[in-house]
């Protein structure tokens, strides 16, 4: 009789052992399900974040944290802001720099080459989105504005293109901003950003332009009017 008393009793120790196990392992597995779920939901919400913004901000943003301005100090600049598919150059006072918007990151190139993930970004386009909207618009009327004085400029020079007057005019054209396209220099400025967002002329790791590219841009340089 005791010893079916002890079988018995060890027994039922074994199953509710076996029970509590069986609890904590299915304990750790829910555990581990919400964590994941609070994860993919995270990883959602920052995915909808960023879908809420445009290249162009991003670029601009980019731009911001690469040189740590404002965009409020922009707008007091006298900017040259062009765009090429996905690629961005800024160009203030001759310095361009190059920013190029992936699906994820943004690279960077100018005295040195960064590269931003768009979650880091965020912040910086939260807070000034509306200086940096003003900013975009503002370079995109001057765009406007300058093809538009190009098109009234190529007409009265092919009817003036035999007025002694006509080299003068092209002197002139020099002092327009590099946006402009009337400017000869903006072709040449163009340029010296390709090879200054080109792989093939970037030091690694930290990505700034190598001596090749810096002879390049120098000898470009050395050819434009106002160097």
Known sequence: MKKTLTISTVLLASFSLAACGNNNSQSKANSSLKAENSSLKASSSIKKEEAKYNNSEYAIAAYLKFHEQDASDLQKSNIAWNQKGNKYALTINDNVTTMTVNS??????????????????????????QDIDDLLASAQQENSSSNNSQSTQTSKTNSSSNSPQS???????????????????????????SIAGDPQYRNTPDGSVNSQGQALMSSIRNTMHNN
Request: charged share 30%.
């Open 167 to 193: 080299s003068q005019s092209d002197d002139s054209n020099y002092n327009l901003p590099l946006s402009d396209p009337r400017n000869p220099d903006g072709a040449k400025q163009a340029e010296m950003m």
């Open 104 to 129: 994820k990151s943004i690279e960077v190139s100018g005295n040195d080459h960064k590269t931003y993930t768009k979650e880091e970004l965020l912040g910086i386009i939260k807070k000034q989105r």
